[in-house]
C-alpha cells in the first residue's frame, strides 16, 4: 500500500492551547479519507499544515516519501470550509486564475474549465460575476476552483455545506469519479452519512490528538457488540422466547425492527430460527456500528478520561 501523505509526531502549538499534539497518522494513495472530530478538535489546523499554509513547530510531514514542501502544493486542491472566490470577478475567469497560480497554461486552462462547465451544465453562466450567483451555484464554482488543475491530493472541507439534495449527490458523484481515476481525496465534515457513503478511512480527532484512525470497515467491525436485528412489516410480539429484544423501532417506511443482544456466535442461529417462526421475516442482520455511531462514542469516551 503506497502512501501518499504522512504525519509523524506532529506539534502545533498557539499560546497554551496546542492545537495539533504528536498527531501520526498515513493517508493512502487513491483512497477517500475522512477526517472527523468536533468543533475546536484541531482538523483546520491540520489541514492548514497539511496544505502548507502553515508549519508545524515539531514532527515532519511527507508528501509521497518526501519531507513536505511548498511547491508540492501545486499537485494539491484545498477547497477550506471558508469560501475564498472573488466576488467581482466572472466565473469564468476565476476557474482561469486558480488554474494559472497552480500552473496549468492558459490556453489548457480555458479549455479544462470550458469542460467542467459543460459538465456541470453551467455554460451559460460563465459571463456572470460571482456576487450574482446562488449559494449553491457559487459553491459548485468554489469545487471546480479546487479540481480545475488536476490535483493528485484533494482536500474538501465541509464539501456539502450550502448543497441541496440534488447538487450535493452530483458533487459525491463527481468525489466518486476523481477517485476512480486516480486522486486521492480527504473531507473533513461533520455529515456523517457522508462519510459512511464515501470513506474508505477515517481518523477521529479531539483535542489535538488522534483518537480513532483505521480502515472504515475494520473499525465498525471492530466495534460491533454482537448485536443482531429482525425486521418485520408488522409488529410481533417475543414476550415467551428465551431471547428477548433490547430495543424495537417503527421505521417511517412501517418495518418494525428489533434489536438482539446475543452473548456468542452460537446463538445467531437460535435467533433466526426463532426469527423465522414468528412471521414474514424481511430483515435479519449484524447491527454493524454506524459511522455516527463511533465518532460520539469516540468523542464521549475522550471526555469522560
Request: with cysteine.
Amino acid at each position: 500500500m503506497s502512501i501518499i501523505l504522512e504525519t509523524r509526531e506532529v506539534c502545533k502549538t498557539y499560546g497554551s492551547s496546542k492545537a495539533a499534539d504528536h498527531i501520526s497518522l498515513q493517508i493512502p494513495q487513491g483512497s477517500i479519507y475522512g477526517l472527523l472530530g468536533p468543533n475546536g478538535a484541531g482538523k483546520t489546523t491540520l489541514i492548514r499544515m497539511l496544505t502548507t499554509i502553515t508549519k508545524p513547530d515539531t514532527g515532519l510531514i511527507l508528501f509521497k516519501g518526501e519531507p513536505l514542501q511548498e511547491n508540492h502544493a501545486s499537485r494539491m486542491g484545498y477547497m477550506p470550509e471558508e469560501r475564498g472566490l472573488y466576488k467581482k470577478m466572472s466565473v469564468l475567469d476565476q476557474l482561469l486564475f486558480f488554474a494559472e497560480i497552480k500552473g496549468v497554461k492558459p490556453q489548457q486552462a480555458k479549455i479544462t474549465a470550458k469542460k467542467w462547465l459543460a459538465r456541470l451544465d453551467m455554460q451559460t453562466w460563465e459571463n456572470k460575476k460571482i456576487e450574482e450567483l446562488s449559494k449553491g451555484m457559487a459553491q459548485k464554482v468554489q469545487f471546480l476552483t479546487t479540481i480545475i488543475h488536476n490535483p493528485e491530493f484533494i482536500i474538501l472541507d465541509e464539501p456539502f455545506s450550502g448543497f441541496d439534495p440534488v447538487n450535493a449527490d452530483l458533487i459525491k458523484d463527481l468525489i466518486l469519479e476523481l477517485n476512480k481515476n486516480g486522486a486521492t481525496l480527504l473531507f473533513s465534515t461533520h455529515r456523517m452519512d457522508n462519510v459512511e457513503e464515501l470513506c474508505d478511512y477515517l481518523c477521529i480527532v479531539d483535542h489535538g490528538q488522534v483518537k480513532l484512525n483505521g480502515e472504515a470497515g475494520g473499525l465498525r467491525r471492530k466495534m460491533f457488540k454482537n448485536q443482531y436485528e429482525v425486521g418485520y412489516l408488522k409488529s410481533v410480539s417475543f414476550l415467551e422466547d428465551y431471547l428477548q429484544p433490547i430495543s424495537s423501532v417503527q421505521t417511517a417506511d412501517g418495518r418494525n425492527i428489533y434489536t438482539f443482544q446475543l452473548q456468542n456466535s452460537s446463538e445467531v442461529e437460535i435467533l433466526l430460527s426463532l426469527a423465522t417462526k414468528k412471521g414474514d421475516l424481511i430483515h435479519f442482520s449484524e447491527a454493524l456500528p454506524t459511522i455516527h455511531q463511533i465518532f460520539v462514542d469516540t468523542i464521549k469516551n475522550n471526555s469522560n478520561g
